[in-house]
């Protein structure tokens, strides 16, 4: 059965993109306007800005996208090299346990050693045993902790 390799997004992925968006919003309780999603399309599209979005397939899904990972490209004090934020990693819910996140992950691994970025480096929920699963898997946990500022 065919699977879709992790590759950048294409604007003929808006549909399933914005499907699984729509689902990961949704997941986390956010309510974004058609203005708001039709402009972090618009962002993931141009490749002169930071934010960028991979997709891939899965087992036995004829082509059809089930996961997706947004990332940002930003400069770092430390070191002239770029370090990447992974901000979203989704995969449909009957897509989980299959490798397609550890794929997406595995992807964006690779483009940081091809481009020389300095790292990537991601957050998540405490309480979330299946993404934190492969998390120890792939990366080191850090003991930072995050704060947060709402401005709006």
Do not use: K
Not at 23 to 43: P, T
Not at 105 to 125: K, N
Request: charged share 25%.
């Amino acid at each position: 059965m065919a699977t879709v390799d992790p590759r950048e997004a294409e604007m003929a992925d808006w549909p399933a993109w914005h499907r699984m968006w729509l689902a990961n919003c949704a997941h986390f309780g956010a309510s974004l306007s058609v203005v708001e999603n039709r402009e972090l399309w618009r962002r993931i599209m141009d490749p002169g800005h930071p934010v960028g979005a991979l997709v891939s397939g899965g087992p036995g899904t004829e082509r059809r996208l089930v996961g997706f990972a947004h990332y940002v490209l930003h400069p770092h004090t430390f070191s002239d090299r770029m370090v990447c934020y992974l901000e979203d990693l989704w995969v449909d819910a009957s897509a989980r346990g299959t490798g397609v996140g550890r794929r997406l992950i595995d992807a964006l691994i690779a483009r940081g050693r091809d481009r020389g970025w300095r790292r990537i480096y991601w957050h998540t929920e405490a309480d979330n045993a299946a993404a934190r699963a492969l998390y120890d898997r792939v990366a080191q946990l850090t003991d930072y902790v995050r704060y947060d500022i709402v401005l709006s």
